[in-house]
């Protein structure tokens, strides 16, 4: 069974720094493609890092570009984003989600329950 | 970046009536090489994570029920709930995964009449 399990999310201030974990289980992470995605609240959905599987290739949203950096750990099973210079608008759940196949260009199959980041002082 | 439109933003059904909800995108997301549009659908229940029901904008997931069914291609996509049962009333949303970044729709939240 597909397991996805985020971590690291609180309250931050304005500027603060967060790492966010995503514990993976059931399927050979390696070969995946992943993705971060977050959820404002009451709000839609926002695909924000894509990490590729077979070649690592990264992308961002312009919205966070230089500021977050999404990384795996393939021995670990563990997807991570660490996001700093954090502002009030990136306040949202933050989901981890596994691609349908080690390309990029695929859909969204498993979405961890997500993991909440207030930005507030 | 693709800009992927819904409508309607809500809708009402009666239980066991169909609902269709629509989703435009504002370029092309079908690949000539395989034939294949980019387009996925999810249900998103209150307090939970999506759910992903259709991709390959038709291509119903393992497990989703029949009722659900996609259509479509190019720039205009429809999700179809043929009979609309309890556990259906819930916010939908379509993503295209052709061009980086990938964009959802802003959402259609289903409820009963």
């Known amino acids: 069974e597909v397991q996805l399990l985020e971590s690291g999310g609180g309250l931050v201030q304005p500027g603060g720094s967060l790492r966010l974990s995503c514990a993976a289980s059931?399927?050979?992470?390696?070969?995946?493609?992943m993705s971060w995605v977050r959820q404002a609240p009451g709000k839609g959905l926002e695909s924000v890092s894509t990490?590729?599987?077979?070649?690592?290739?990264?992308y961002y949203a312009d919205s966070v570009k230089g500021r977050f950096t999404v990384s795996r750990d393939n021995s670990k099973n563990t997807l991570v984003l660490q996001i700093n210079s954090l502002r009030a608008g990136d306040t949202a759940i933050y989901y981890c989600a596994k691609h349908g196949r080690d390309t990029c260009y695929s859909r969204l199959d498993y979405w961890g329950q997500g993991t909440l980041v207030t930005v507030s002082s | 970046d693709v800009v992927m439109t819904q409508s309607p933003d809500s809708l009402a059904v009666s239980l066991g009536e169909r609902a269709t909800i629509n989703c435009k995108s504002s370029?092309?997301?079908?690949?000539?090489?395989?034939?294949?549009?980019?387009l996925a659908w999810y249900q998103q229940k209150p307090g939970q994570p999506p759910k992903l029901l259709i991709y390959?904008?038709?291509t119903r997931e393992s497990g989703v029920p029949d009722r659900f069914s996609g259509s479509g291609s190019g720039t205009d996509f429809t999700l179809t709930i043929s009979s609309l049962q309890a556990e259906d009333v819930a916010v939908y949303f379509c993503q295209q995964y052709y061009n980086i970044p990938f964009t959802f729709g802003p959402g259609t939240k289903v409820d009963f009449k």
């Open positions: 390959w904008a038709s």
């Open positions: 059931g399927f050979t992470f390696s070969t995946y493609a």
């Open positions: 370029q092309n997301i079908i690949d000539s090489s395989n034939n294949k549009n980019y």
């Open positions: 990490i590729c599987g077979s070649n690592s290739n990264t």
